[in-house]
């Protein structure tokens, strides 16, 4: 059974320095990493293109992610890839299979073993030019205990608007529908305190002010989800086995 894991740390925040092959005038590679949905990086040319990231010394990788793509409308795909050397001259290693999307719902991979390197990029085909809006790598936070009986699986927790329409007579005319995203609640219990008081506040203090990346079982990593906290978190409590228990509400986009 696999676990819930969350990406919010996001190397490209800090990272020495970002290249890119081209960028359209107004989608600037800083804009894929500001955690917004509504700006983000593309390309000036289709066809095979780089995303370079130099984090100024070798970090520890365990996941990366997407966002508000549109790789899947354009029939594209993309690999992140890493390097010893920064040539990426043949010596590159993929940090995952390549990824071809049929929709443009969120990507996330994730591995149990983290990657230590200091040079990475994404290597994007994609005719014609792919948007993408947020995109992220980093270590994710990783829970010891799956998700809780009763969870909701936030691809099915939707949050839509649906409107009937009828006319004087009171004859149904049909129904519109405003896709409004996903709504849902994450509890995890028997986590230790040491994770408590640490690892999930600093995770707190990321979400208290931007989105994260969320995956509620590592065996459906095709379920994740771009979201954010809905109100503030429910505080750590004592349960049994001097374990805790930690949760929050959130919104999320697929």
């Known amino acids: 059974m696999g ?6 740390e996001n190397l490209l925040e800090n990272a020495s320095s ?19 949905t ?21 970090q520890n990788v365990s996941y990366w992610a997407v966002s508000k793509h549109t790789l899947g409308t354009n029939g594209g795909s993309i690999v992140l890839q890493y390097s010893t050397t920064g040539a990426f001259a043949g010596e590159e290693v993929d940090f995952g299979a390549t990824v071809s999307p049929s929709d443009d719902t969120t ?3 994730y591995v149990t073993t983290p990657i230590n390197a200091r040079y990475w990029r994404w290597e994007i085909v994609s005719t014609p030019v792919s948007f993408f809006g947020v995109m992220s790598l980093g270590l994710a936070m990783e829970f010891v205990r799956a998700v809780r009986t009763g969870f909701q699986l936030p691809l099915s927790a939707r949050k839509n608007k649906i409107i009937n329409s009828r006319s004087e007579g009171g004859a149904f005319l049909g129904r519109s ?18 994770y408590g008081r640490t690892t999930w506040n600093d995770f707190i203090d990321h979400a208290e002010l931007k989105p994260f990346f969320f995956a509620w079982n590592t065996s459906y990593m095709e379920d994740s989800i771009f979201a954010w906290m ?3 978190a429910d505080p750590v409590t004592f349960d049994r086995n001097n374990t805790v228990a930690m949760g929050f509400k959130f919104q999320g986009l697929p």
């Open 3 to 8: 676990r819930p894991v969350i990406g919010y």
């Open 18 to 36: 970002i290249t890119v092959t081209s960028e359209a005038a107004g989608f600037e590679r800083e804009l894929a990493y500001n955690w917004r």
């Open 38 to 58: 509504f700006d983000g990086w593309r390309a000036s040319a289709s066809g095979t293109v780089h995303y370079t990231v130099d984090l100024g010394s070798a």
């Open 107 to 109: 990507i996330m991979q």
């Open 177 to 194: 529908l405003v896709r409004q995203g996903f709504e849902s609640s994450f509890t995890i219990e028997l986590q230790t305190l040491a």
């Open 230 to 232: 809905d109100m503030e």
